[in-house]
């Protein structure tokens, strides 16, 4: 069953491992040693994070040698940030909504409380 990228994308980093690994990724290409020093887990396990992430087309993998360095794919979460735009702006609008409502009602009371 293939995925759409998008629900791809979310889940490869519905699992915390995967967003930490992501996150050390915005320092700079690592190695997978380098990526799995934070955790308690096997190289071969960091290692399948790290196919999730690359099929997820959120890091890709180069090839050095004996050394496969992970990067960030920054254009793999362009994707999700435009999708995610809509919901900010629904909230943003709902929000000043609410700041005026509330200003509405303050108003109301600071003129009934002069009376």
Known sequence: MQTDPLSAKFAALADPTRRAILARLTEGEASVSDLAAPFDMSLPAVSKHLKVLERAGL?????????????????????????????????????????????????????????
């Not at 496969?68 to 995610?84: D, S």
């Not at 609410?98 to 009371?109: F, M, P, S, T, V």
């Open 59 to 115: 890091i890709s993998r180069g090839k050095a040698a004996q050394w496969r360095p992970a990067r960030l794919e920054p254009m793999g979460l362009k994707g999700m940030a435009e999708w995610l735009e809509h919901y900010r702006r629904y909230w943003d609008q709902s929000f000043d909504r609410l700041e005026d409502y509330l200003r509405k009602i303050q108003k109301g009371n600071d003129d009934g409380q002069r009376n």
